[in-house]
């Protein structure tokens, strides 16, 4: 029993150190993510994503830095791009819609929020984000009413 604990542990640890270039990339991109430096960071991101284009969590990391930059066009394409590799990711539609609402496309911001809600009825943060744009559009007894199904949904 030892000597198979031993070996799993060992085969652990040389997994551990065996990242795959992607992996390298992402873990890359995220170290200087935190360091502060988006330019480079969006750059690993992008390295990454030519080495493999399936995999959306890349594109939402990369989303999310080309966000601290100030390039919506570039985040909303980026975003569209991993909805068309997962169109079912509710967090994505989300990302979206809170993306559209903060570049004051109000329609399509509800419009991914509706998908994000069909999606996942029960999503607190959806239904949040949806009442704040339509607030914005100045649809306030909807906007109520989602704000008040996200309360219910958070339990508070």
């Known amino acids: 029993m030892k000597a198979l604990v031993l070996f799993l542990s060992v085969f652990a640890l040389a997994l551990a150190g065996c990242a795959s270039p992607v992996e390298e990339r992402v873990d890359r991109g ?5 360091d502060h430096k988006a330019d480079e960071a969006s750059a690993a991101y992008l390295n990454a994503i030519q080495l ?13 830095t080309l966000i601290s930059q100030g390039t919506f066009d570039k985040t909303l394409a980026t975003f569209r791009a991993a909805l068309r590799l997962k169109p079912d990711h509710v967090q994505t539609h989300i990302y979206l819609g809170l993306t559209l609402f903060h570049n004051d496309d109000l329609v399509k911001a509800t419009k991914a929020l509706d ?11 959806a239904h949040k984000v949806r009442g704040m744009a339509l607030e914005a559009q100045g649809k306030h007894e909807e906007a109520e ?3 008040a199904i996200a309360k219910k949904l958070r339990g508070t």
Do not use: F, M
Request: glycine share 4%; hydrophobic share 40%.
């Open 30 to 34: 995220d170290r200087l993510t935190w």
């Open 52 to 64: 493999d284009v399936t995999d959306t969590r890349v594109y939402l990391r990369l989303a999310w």
């Open 115 to 125: 998908t994000a809600i069909r999606l996942d009825p029960k999503n607190a943060g």
């Open 145 to 147: 009413q989602e704000y």
